[in-house]
């Protein structure tokens, strides 16, 4: 995700310290290797220049440092929390329906993981936003405490699961174009255990994709002067680079945002794109079908090949709100690397910032939206839904499911399920 969108934990402040407390601690704070005291807070003390560490001093870790605007305390505050919320019961809702025995497909395993995905990804932040934000600590230093679970889960962990989920939409939209155009393949690879092994596969690779994150920064802790209560001082801490980072600063950040915006953003948006006009093709090809069924009074055929449709095209729309929301990120990214690489400002910072929060937000939107597309265009997950709800609702009728012609565990169906005009109708249906 975006800097604008990274994530913290919440935790207890460091510990408040009251000017009697530092005269009486001065000499052990100054043998310390691992804490020093700031230039604010040696103004405060009126030391100047008594000691070598506060000529020195770097100002301390700061939230309103980055990516700040006018809406960053509402949005993040009190927008970003309500939609996390929403996410998180729709996502789970969609997890339940997605797992229940008669609703487990090889699709389904994958659309499982993108709904977990997408949940960290918004909980993360949880934290966050409610201590800093909602209740207005986003004017303090950030405490010594936190100041490296901040950068972690602020930033590095949702990266990870926005990275996975971006992904797992990569290859359900592959499984999906398998099952439709290549059935008798899709009996062999589009597996449920294939596809577990593909989700193993993809988060693997997004955690070694930030691996370089974990380890980018170290917070020596600083004594600083409180901004909340300024007879107080508390221990903070410095954002310092690694040696090594600092060194090849320039190759460390282009090879990483260049890396990001290709193998995160661009190729996986192209081969969605390809995918999802593949699919309509397919499901134009499709419709063709139906006609002919229907001209031939096959209706239980065609049912099948209905519902099978109305499958693909609620993937298609899945994967199109995908794209709506990922392809201004990638392009922001881009802008934000030819700024940096050509040393030319192509936006105003104001204007950086607020897109950057905005295209984030618009992110966020888009997590619980799949549960309403799935509601509107399955009527099996309706139906599954609703039994949730209602113990002694009817099971489907199981001329009417499009799961009556499954026979294997894998999702493939029987050879007895062959459509009589010569073309399989793969059944490993989403939903």
């Not at 601690?25 to 020093?36: G, I, P």
């Not at 802790?221 to 090594?244: K, P, T």
């Not at 999702?411 to 062959?418: L, M």
Request: proline share 3%; with cysteine; aromatic share 12%.
């Amino acid at each position: 995700m975006l800097k604008a969108l990274e994530h913290t934990d919440a935790g207890n402040m460091g510990s408040n310290w009251t000017y009697d407390d530092l005269y009486y601690h001065n000499a052990s704070l100054n043998a310390s290797a691992n804490v020093s005291i700031d230039n604010v807070t040696c103004d405060f003390l009126h030391i100047h220049e008594t000691g070598d560490f506060c000529s020195r001093a770097e100002l301390p870790y700061s939230l309103t440092t980055f990516s700040w605007t006018e809406y960053t305390e509402t949005v993040y505050g009190y927008v970003s929390p309500i939609l996390v919320l929403i996410t998180i019961v729709t996502n789970t809702l969609v997890s339940v329906v997605l797992l229940k025995k008669n609703m487990r497909s090889p699709t389904n395993v994958l659309l499982v993981a993108m709904a977990q995905s997408d949940l960290f990804t918004g909980l993360l932040p949880i934290p966050c936003f409610i201590y800093f934000f909602t209740l207005g600590n986003f004017v303090e230093w950030v405490p010594a405490s936190l100041c490296y679970v901040y950068d972690l889960t602020f930033e590095t962990l949702p990266t990870i699961c926005h990275t996975a989920s971006i992904w797992l939409t990569v290859a359900l939209a592959a499984q999906r174009y398998v099952c439709v155009c290549h059935p008798i393949k899709a009996k062999q690879c589009c597996t449920i255990p294939n596809m577990l092994k593909v989700i193993l596969g993809i988060y693997i690779m997004s955690v070694l994709s930030q691996i370089t994150k974990f380890f980018e920064f170290e917070y020596p802790a600083v004594l600083v002067q409180s901004q909340l209560n300024i007879s107080e001082v508390m221990y903070g801490c410095r954002r310092v680079q690694l040696e090594l980072v600092r060194l090849h600063e320039d190759l460390f950040y282009s090879l990483y945002f260049w890396c990001r915006v290709i193998f995160i953003h661009l190729i996986p948006c192209t081969v969605l794109l390809v995918l999802n006009a593949l699919l309509i093709c397919a499901l134009r090809n499709a419709q063709h079908r139906r006609e002919m069924l229907l001209r031939q009074n096959q209706r239980q055929e065609c049912r099948r090949l209905k519902e099978s449709n109305c499958t693909t095209l609620m993937l298609v729309a899945v994967v199109g709100l995908f794209l709506l929301v990922e392809f201004p990120l990638a392009i922001f990214l881009i802008l934000m690397i030819l700024e940096n690489t050509l040393y030319q400002p192509l936006l105003e910072e104001a204007h950086r910032d607020t897109a950057a929060l905005f295209i984030n937000l618009c992110i966020l939107l888009s997590y619980p939206l799949n549960f309403f597309i799935y509601c509107g265009m399955s009527r099996q997950f309706r139906e599954t839904f609703k039994r949730l709800f209602i113990p002694g609702a009817s099971a489907l009728d199981r001329e009417h499911s499009q799961y009556f012609s499954l026979a294997t565990e894998n999702g493939g169906r029987r050879d007895s399920d062959k459509n009589r005009c010569g073309n399989n109708i793969t059944n490993d249906t989403a939903i």
